[in-house]
């Protein structure tokens, strides 16, 4: 006696054409099935590849319009004032406390001691602000604003910190955190390939 196979006889059972207008799995070979996949999976690629670059070119209109403002800002206080930006927030800064330290003033502005020195000096000469002696420790520097230095200010219509600031600070908290993360996969892959092309550092590292 013949054991029968558990599914019958796959030699009898009838075959099938493919109807055209089916596209159902049973009806295509594994190969068929993959191709198909692969071409899906292309055309995919394909069309995300203008909305990707439409996104890359606006937000680098935005970095242009952001720095091309603040430009535009310095500029329109250096005639007015004679001073540019980055003086002139110093001056605002220093004006918000009865005195303040180099020290001080640099982490106010993301300074390196040095630069904050050479803003100082600046405002010095021009007679904004004057250095004085603490009362308590005389080998330590204050700097407070001059007579001359809050006229100017006062002649000055805001933001003394400049635009780019200004707007900085009128972020949110959850805002602020969301544009420094971006920011900062930014800078990342900047200082990556900066490191691979030239084997040099980041402007301000």
Do not use: C
């Amino acid at each position: 006696m013949h054991s029968r196979p558990l599914y019958g006889d796959i030699r009898r059972l009838p075959v099938r054409a493919a109807d055209p207008g089916k596209s159902s799995m049973g009806n295509q070979s594994p190969l068929h099935v993959r191709k198909g996949t692969s071409l899906t999976s292309s055309r995919r690629k394909r069309s995300l590849k203008p909305a990707r670059s439409g996104l890359d070119l606006r937000t680098l209109q935005a970095f242009r319009m952001i720095f091309g403002s603040a430009r535009r800002f310095d500029a329109d206080v250096r005639r007015s004032t004679g001073v540019s930006g980055s003086l002139l927030w110093a001056l605002s800064e220093i004006a918000r406390t009865r005195s303040m330290s180099v020290n001080a003033l640099a982490e106010r502005m993301a300074l390196h001691q040095t630069t904050a020195s050479n803003v100082v000096n600046a405002l010095v000469e021009q007679k904004l602000i004057r250095r004085t002696r603490s009362a308590r420790d005389h080998r330590v520097v204050q700097l407070e604003i001059s007579a001359a230095g809050k006229q100017m200010l006062a002649s000055v219509q805001g933001p003394h910190a400049g635009l780019l600031v200004d707007a900085i600070r009128r972020l949110d908290i959850a805002q602020l955190g969301s544009l420094q993360r971006g920011l900062a996969q930014l800078v990342e892959q900047m200082r990556t390939i900066a490191s691979v092309s030239a084997g040099e550092t980041l402007m301000g590292e």
